[in-house]
């Protein structure tokens, strides 16, 4: 039966009930993912090493979303001392990635795809080997093993998984790249059995090998080969010398509750930035999902992006002032440009949505916690899956700016701005209340900002809050100019007018659109000890508990 929101006027609104655990909790993007991790926690694991098998399988059953050649952030929380730290798996730039190297070839913009957009040193192997050293139980040859399995023997393809590979034929066509994703020159059909045997050797060598066998053996040197056959900057040396780093998260007090974010170089502060301004609003007196509702949190995103967009990039090499930032003094001056009766202009702040990654929670029966996000950037990345390796490998590169004056201007070795952010709430007794996280691109601090409020000011439960109507602020992909207040289908016609009345340029999507991000989330009864999970059904989300 299903389970009715305990709010009126949004529409026809009905969500599943919450799945329920008391033992551990695994909330990823695909099945297969899910029940990976879940089979790790019943043999005796813990949240981190379920996490690193949660994620294994995520890369051969979701290739379009994430993989071994991106990058990874982890919020972690651990219950022996009782503290969340994050876990940055962002690879920096190749040593030879200058401006004047693209400059030099005509270029104004980094290449979106192909060689020349591979610029950094892919990160998520080594975040799994920090991961595990710091707070694991397993090896790497146990928890691979269900990726090596549905790699080398083939898993079914997904329906969203299908929809990507067909949109994706023009970028096959350009390079035969993706051509294990095509038969006969179509897309594969959902169910049909997509094998990976080149990902499973690689799989088995980093089971094997460590975390050498991707930075210091055969499957750097191939990498670095073909990008210097075909024009690209990446070398031996950087994968060589790259090293992820452990750092302190950022949080802000929302309501009594705490909210933790990944720090720059991820847009984790544009979500804090939300919540400070949105706190000086009595959210609940203006409705769910009301004009008013929608028109705060919209021009509060535009003031938090407009702040993104001047100071995040690498902290190493530009001085982010955050704690100024996140001072409520602060939100408070910039709650005064928001007008109740009329938005601000859409350029004070643009940002699309278009961005391809997986998220996953998990929980374990000690309250051990794991937020991850995951990404190649764009579907299917550069669109380069190097020769005997199955290895896609991202264009997160691409964000950098050839502009010398952009806070976010590609030099060598340095850590781009990410899109990708994972949160961790703390309840108003300090106690850990929730593990949340999006895909999106640049629509994720705004899915954080919207969920939450579900959650916090609303009295949601985690799928009510995550199958809510949502709506997204900036243009729908990257090569779409025009910024838009995107807004779903199940938004009421009479909100969507008062909207326009107060000057938003309202673009209604899909009733369930992929481009408001595909949402999961674990919440945690601090009085029973109960896990409630919830798994966004825009994708192939799936909670499993026991």
């Keep these: 039966m299903k389970e009715k929101c305990p709010l009126e006027g949004i529409g026809t609104f009905m969500a599943r009930p919450a799945v329920m655990g008391r033992h551990g909790m ?15 926690l019943k043999a005796g694991g813990n949240a981190f090493d379920a996490a690193v098998a949660t994620n294994a399988v995520l890369n ?11 990058d990874v952030f982890y919020l972690l929380y651990s219950s022996k001392d009782k503290k969340v730290t994050f876990m940055n798996g962002s690879g920096r730039s190749a040593h030879l990635a200058t401006r004047s190297f693209y400059t030099k070839k005509g270029y104004e913009s980094i290449p979106l795809r192909g060689p020349l957009s591979m610029v950094t040193v892919p990160g998520c192997v080594d975040a799994w080997h920090q991961v595990l050293k710091k707070y694991g139980t397993m090896e790497f040859r146990d928890l691979l093993r269900p990726a090596i399995e549905y790699a080398d023997l083939g898993h079914p393809t997904s329906h969203q998984l299908s929809t990507w590979v067909g949109m994706s034929a023009e970028l096959n066509r350009q390079s035969n790249h993706l051509s294990l994703f095509f038969r006969n020159g179509r897309p594969l059909k959902a169910g049909e059995l997509l094998v990976q045997s080149d990902l499973a050797e690689t799989f088995r060598a980093i089971a094997e090998e460590g975390r050498d066998a991707f930075y210091k053996g055969e499957i750097a040197k191939r990498i670095a080969k073909f990008c210097q056959e075909n024009g690209g900057v990446l ?4 994968f060589e010398d790259h090293r992820s780093t452990w750092d302190e998260p950022i949080h802000t007090d929302y309501r009594g509750y705490r909210i933790y974010q990944t720090p720059p170089n991820t847009q984790g502060i544009t979500a804090l930035l939300e919540f400070n301004i949105i706190e000086g609003f009595d959210l609940k007196a203006m409705g769910h999902n009301s004009s008013s509702y929608l028109h705060h949190l919209c021009e509060a995103k535009k003031l938090a992006f407009a702040d993104r967009d001047r100071y995040v990039t690498d902290p190493e090499f530009f001085d982010i002032p955050v704690e100024k930032l996140l001072d409520k003094n602060y939100a408070t001056k910039c709650r005064a440009f928001i007008n109740a009766n009329s938005a601000l202009p859409n350029n004070i702040s643009t940002g699309n949505p278009y961005g391809d990654t997986t998220y996953f929670a998990v929980v374990d029966e000690e309250q051990n916690m794991v937020s991850c996000i995951q990404s190649l950037y764009f579907p299917f990345g550069s669109g380069v899956v190097v020769e005997a390796t199955g290895i896609i490998m991202q264009n997160r ?8 004056q952009h806070t976010n201007t590609l030099e060598p070795q340095k850590r781009t701005l990410h899109t990708l952010i994972a949160s961790i709430v703390f309840d108003n007794e300090n106690n850990p209340y929730l593990v949340f ?17 579900n959650i916090l000011d609303f009295g949601m439960n985690i799928q009510q809050a995550i199958e809510s109507p949502r709506w997204i602020h900036g243009n729908v992909t990257i090569e779409d100019p025009k910024v838009q207040f995107n807004i779903e289908g199940r938004i009421t016609s009479n909100v969507i007018k008062e909207l326009e009345k107060k000057g938003h340029d309202i673009h209604v999507i899909e009733n369930w659109a992929w481009e408001v991000g595909h949402a999961q989330g674990i ?3 601090k009085d ?6 919830g798994a966004d059904p825009r994708g192939d989300g799936y909670v499993v508990g026991w």
């Design 528 to 533: 029973t000890g109960v896990l409630q999970g």
């Design 235 to 238: 070398r031996e040396q950087d």
């Design 523 to 525: 919440l945690i009864n």
């Design 397 to 404: 590169g691409a964000y950098f700016s050839l502009d010398p």
């Design 437 to 453: 996280g999006t895909m999106g691109g640049d629509g994720q601090p705004q899915t954080h900002l919207t969920v939450i409020s």
């Design 26 to 40: 695994i909330a990823s993007a695909h099945p297969l993912a899910s029940n990976a991790g879940l089979d790790i």
């Design 60 to 70: 051969v059953t979701q290739p379009h979303m994430c993989g071994i050649g991106g």
